[in-house]
């Protein structure tokens, strides 16, 4: 009977012995997994920033090609509008005396169609 319990207390130590390196296993293997998960989320981090930097790069690029377009339309307006105020200005009297003209020279007339009732 001391050899039996001897032998049931080795099982048991035996078991023991692997439920620890099963737990020690465990724990290695969710060490490794947050290690990877950690590592994954540093590459995912550097990769957005990455392509943030390039996005803002390109934005820059096509703002500043914006701005200059708006600068420069915005300097082919106030030509435009000058040339419009001069030309304005140099036909302002000739146009205003040719209206004067044919409101003051009324020349009566019958209409054609007119017809004097007998």
Do not use: C
Not at 78 to 83: F, G, I, Y
Request: hydrophobic letters at 35%; glycine letters at 6%.
């Amino acid at each position: 009977m001391a050899s039996q319990t001897q032998g049931i207390q080795q099982l048991l130590q035996a078991e023991k012995r692997a439920a620890e390196k099963v737990g020690e296993a465990r724990k290695r293997k969710a060490r490794r997994l947050k290690q990877a998960k950690e590592e994954a989320q540093a590459e995912i981090e550097q990769y957005r920033l990455e392509r943030e930097r390039e996005f803002q790069q390109k934005q820059q690029a096509a703002l500043g090609s914006q701005g200059n377009l708006s600068a420069e339309v915005e300097a082919q307006t106030r030509k435009k509008l000058q040339a419009m105020h001069g030309g304005q200005a140099r036909g302002k009297d000739q146009v205003l005396r040719h209206l004067l003209t044919t409101v003051w020279n009324v020349q009566p007339q019958i209409h054609p169609n007119y017809r004097l009732a007998v």
